[in-house]
């Protein structure tokens, strides 16, 4: 069964630009969580989609937003990005919220 | 305030000593994740449980609900275990939202 994915799995943006990252899930698995890692703050919840709705979200402004589609694939949004943005962002996938399989994380750089 | 703290932040062992990462919270939780973070960023999962004990090859992992105290043993440990062990918690309400701990760098030497 192939791993979760995300693409692409670097990229970088200057200040004020907008992104949109890609994360595929395990054939199945119908819930899809992004995550953010920084040296500074670790690694923190953005949000969380099961069956193409937001189900639970995290602390962060509302430049940062996401979707899922009925293929249960998900996108993540980070509109007018700031130097502080750069970041691993990490997706996971999970049947119905139970043990989390974590893709390899798109690393972003904000100049 | 952390509500998940890990200790010790950092671990040098020798190949083959017996290792223990401990990991406790301050909030009801439904679950608790052991996660494994190599260089370069991928996190793999090692458990996931919610009461007990379970094993898998040379880790074995424990929680206590009562105490909101988790551990991570890796027995007989090898360079290759060289990674940073991540604790996570599902607060109890939140379902799929995870709280991390800031975790803790091992390294295993020859």
């Known amino acids: 069964k192939a791993g979760v994915t995300q693409t692409p799995r670097y990229l970088i943006k200057t200040r004020g630009q907008q992104v949109t990252l890609s994360c595929s899930p395990i054939?199945?698995?119908?819930?899809v969580s992004w995550y953010q890692q920084t040296p500074g703050q670790g690694l923190q919840f953005l949000f969380e989609y099961f069956s193409e709705t937001q189900r639970n979200k995290g602390n962060f402004p509302g430049r940062f937003s996401g979707r899922q589609f009925s293929n249960s694939r998900s996108e993540m949004n980070v509109s007018t990005l700031e130097l502080g943005d750069s970041a691993l962002y990490l997706c996971?996938?999970?049947?119905?919220?139970?043990?989390?399989?974590f893709g390899p994380g798109t690393r972003l750089t904000v100049l | 305030k952390n509500e998940v703290e890990q200790s010790p932040q950092n671990l040098t062992a020798q190949e083959g000593e017996f290792i223990t990462i401990n990991c406790s919270y301050s909030v009801g939780i439904s679950a608790l994740h052991w996660l494994q973070q190599h260089p370069g960023g991928g996190i793999v999962s090692l458990f996931m449980l919610s009461s007990g004990k379970k094993k898998h090859g040379r880790l074995i992992a424990t929680i206590n609900i009562q105490e909101k105290h988790s551990s991570l043993h890796i027995t007989a440990s090898h360079p290759r275990d060289s990674a940073v062990y991540i604790c996570a918690v599902y607060p109890s309400g939140t379902a799929s939202k995870l709280t991390f701990g800031t975790g803790t760098r091992l390294q295993v030497t020859l």
């Open positions: 996971a996938s999970s049947f119905n919220s139970n043990e989390q399989f």
């Open positions: 054939s199945g698995h119908r819930s």
